[in-house]
């Protein structure tokens, strides 16, 4: 079994579990976690919102992760995508906007990238408190830069953690990031 298919795999029994609400993603291949987590959202759902620390980027993210353009340049919190089979709202948890979308029973909520949050202790407390008030069936949060994250009390805050490997699929990334120290 490949890397990718072991975490398809998770993901998916994540997905099918009733008891479990919460999943953080854990892993040193960006968009090798984004696409398989995309990738088994789009097999459950067919509405989500997307949270993000950065507007700015998070086309660039999703584009890079699939090696297509799936959304245009510049994304507005005020617009819906479309994504695979997906309806989507991207809006930031960093910024304080007049909507913030909690979900529902119909939809998934991915946090993504989650890194710079999990060491602000203020802004992490806020970030807890959106989680827990998201009303969201399928919360997955997906890191990024894991090596320089700091605090991982998040993980306490979760109902699974799943760590993508990628040491058979990508050994050079592993490799990298043992040469410059990073793990």
Same mark, same amino acid.
Request: aromatic fraction near 10%.
């Given at each position: ?41 789009? @097999? &459950? *759902?067919?509405?989500? %919102?997307?949270?993000?620390? !950065?507007?700015?980027? =998070?086309?660039?993210?999703? $584009? ?60 992490? @407390? &806020? *970030?807890?408190?959106? %989680?827990?008030?998201?009303? !969201?069936?399928?919360? =997955?949060?997906?890191?990024? $830069? ?38």
């Amino acid at each position: 079994m490949t890397d990718e298919q072991n975490a398809i795999k998770n993901v998916m029994g994540f997905l099918l579990d009733k008891t479990k609400k919460t999943l953080l993603v854990r892993g040193y291949d960006n968009d090798a976690k984004l696409r398989v987590v995309l990738s088994c959202l789009n @097999k &459950k *759902f067919n509405k989500g %919102i997307i949270r993000t620390s !950065s507007m700015v980027d =998070i086309s660039f993210h999703i $584009n890079r992760a699939f090696k297509k353009k799936l959304l245009p340049n510049t994304v507005k919190s005020t617009t819906t995508y479309k994504l695979g089979n997906m309806t989507v709202n991207i809006n930031s948890y960093t910024t304080h906007t007049q909507f913030n979308p909690k979900g529902n029973h119909g939809t998934f909520t991915l946090f993504f990238p989650v890194q710079t949050v999990l060491d602000n202790e203020k802004r992490y @407390k &806020k *970030f807890l408190d959106d %989680i827990k008030k998201n009303e !969201s069936r399928k919360i =997955i949060l997906i890191t990024t $830069n894991e090596s320089s994250i700091e605090e991982w009390d998040i993980e306490n805050h979760m109902d699974e953690v799943f760590f993508y490997s990628i040491e058979n699929d990508n050994p050079q990334i592993m490799r990298n990031l043992r040469n410059n120290g990073a793990i």
